[in-house]
Nanobody, 121 residues
């Protein structure tokens, strides 16, 4: 089992920045990808960003150039730096961890508790 604990999020004005963190513990040897999905009311869940244990990254087109996913040296914690935030970024952000074979074959095994990000003036 892998436990994911998220932190960060909150209320920010348009154009502002936030950083989300996701700390993994437990059987982390069983996972090789982590990232975030988000879901806004009335909208489909959307992959925001992900990073593999090899350092390969993937971003939603809507966040490219604004969001950056990174990891600490021990690779147990991932960060999502969100800059130039827009009202349409408002959603609940869920950290995930799983197994990566290719970007079209990802097994989502574990989920964090979710954290609210609200972008509003």
């Amino acid at each position: 089992q892998v436990q994911l604990v998220e932190s960060g999020g909150g209320l920010v004005q348009p154009g502002g920045s936030l950083r989300l963190s996701c700390a993994a513990s437990g059987s982390i040897f069983s996972i090789n990808i982590m990232g975030w999905y988000r879901q806004a009311p009335g909208k489909q869940r959307e992959l925001v960003a992900a990073i593999t244990s090899g350092g390969s990254t993937n971003y939603a087109d809507s966040v490219k150039g604004r969001f950056t996913i990174s990891r600490d040296n021990a690779q147990n914690t991932k960060y999502l730096q969100m800059n130039s935030l827009k009202p349409e970024d408002t959603a609940v952000y869920y950290c995930f961890a799983g197994r990566f074979t290719s970007w079209s074959r990802v097994q989502y095994d574990y989920w964090g508790q979710g954290t609210q990000v609200t972008v509003s003036s």
